[in-house]
């Protein structure tokens, strides 16, 4: 039986212990289910209405929650109740459903105070919750305050580690209030001068800002290499800091982790071709073809690509050949030269193939036609 119809049958049987266990087992997020049956699992029925006649009534009962753990949630074992709780508490920052987004804040706070009941305030279990807690309220600087202690007492916690970076990316995108509370608009004209002081204040604000951010993700990535969604955070990072190598770097990371994906060859290449020189040409024009090999119907991106380090290439063998003897390495340059020369007569064909008869025919074949060779 498939999870979902396993999940289909405990929400059909109003097995609320079941479909938590469930969701946790397979790691779905599923918010509004978890508060669903978390709360029902609790006796707390009024907190699934979404009338707007018993509002009021609502309110007034919230505060209740979890005063006590009753039937079923109360027999089991601490280990589960605290698990439970915690996934009570996550799922009611996560959600985004009307019928719960009055009192989420709340509902976190009730199961928080458990958990604390439960494994004392000084516990990492707590901690990354009410951080958790925290963020979810824009309190920025206590989470942060929070995740830097957790860290401290072990480099290795991979999630403080995580949300630190989280934070940090988010607060380089967060409008920032001027220290000296001058409005920039409001300035008059002779004042021009202190306007464009307080812009390269801001700059170099930003700046320390980025170093930090890419500090933060070294230190989660030593910890987590593995994770390539945190190295596709590193390229654009690397790509907003000007760093196409360490761009690069970091493609060839994603690569290791989806060898098979078209769109990683091509990203990569693209970083390669970049940061130019015959080396990374060669580099890119590899990834390219093998994009090109995984996706070889719907990858006009690769085969453009791939023309255009090819003919990078030929161009700066010519050049470095003119007007003077050619030392060893340009002889073995030979070589790579018939493989681009192939390489780019391949690609010209198929770009002229796929927009021969369109729109864009007439351009891309005069495109095509100056990189003859």
């Known amino acids: 039986m498939e999870p979902d119809q396993d999940l289909a049958a405990m929400i059909e049987k109003s097995d609320h212990l079941g479909v938590l266990r469930h969701i946790r087992a397979f790691k779905l997020r599923e918010p509004d289910l978890v508060l669903h049956h978390g709360t029902l699992l609790l006796h707390q029925p009024n907190l699934l209405t979404d009338s707007t006649d018993q509002q009021k009534q609502q309110q007034q009962q919230v505060p209740s929650l979890l005063s006590s753990l009753t039937s079923q949630f109360s027999k089991i074992d601490e280990s589960e109740r605290l698990a439970t709780l915690e996934q009570l508490t996550i799922a009611a920052l996560d959600t985004n459903s009307s019928s719960y987004a009055s009192h989420s804040t709340t509902i976190a706070e009730r199961t928080l105070a458990q958990i604390q009941d439960l494994v004392g305030k000084e516990s990492v279990r707590y901690r990354n919750l009410l951080a958790l807690c925290l963020e979810h309220q824009g309190n920025f600087t206590d ?76 230190d989660y990535l030593e910890r987590n290499g593995s994770d390539a969604s945190a190295w596709v955070e590193m390229t654009k990072i690397c790509a907003e800091a000007g760093d196409y190598s360490g761009a690069a770097y970091s493609g060839e990371e994603i690569v290791l982790s989806a060898a098979l994906n078209a769109e990683s060859h091509c990203a990569l290449g693209e970083w390669y071709a970049t940061v130019g020189g015959r080396d990374n040409w060669k580099a890119a024009r590899k990834h390219f073809s093998q994009s090109l090999e995984l996706d070889p119907e719907n990858n006009l991106r690769a085969l453009f690509g791939l023309v255009s380090v090819a003919e990078y290439f030929l161009d700066d063998v010519e050049v470095a050949g003119t007007g003077r003897k050619k030392k060893k390495r340009e002889v073995v340059n030979e070589e790579d030269m018939e493989m681009a020369k192939d390489l780019l007569k391949f690609g010209t064909e198929k770009l002229s193939a796929r927009y021969k008869g369109t729109s864009m025919g007439d351009l891309v074949e005069k495109v095509l036609g100056d990189m003859e060779r």
Do not use: C, F, M, W
Request: proline content about 4%.
């Open 143 to 218: 989470a942060l305050a929070i995740y830097n202690s957790l860290v401290a007492d072990n480099p290795s916690n991979v999630h403080a580690l995580r949300r630190k970076y989280t934070i940090l990316r988010a607060q380089q995108y967060s409008p920032k209030g001027d220290d000296d509370g001058i409005d920039d608009a409001a300035a008059p004209a002779n004042g021009s001068a202190l306007v464009v002081l307080n812009r390269v204040r801001d700059a170099a604000l930003a700046t320390v800002n980025g170093v930090e951010i890419k500090e933060a993700l070294n």
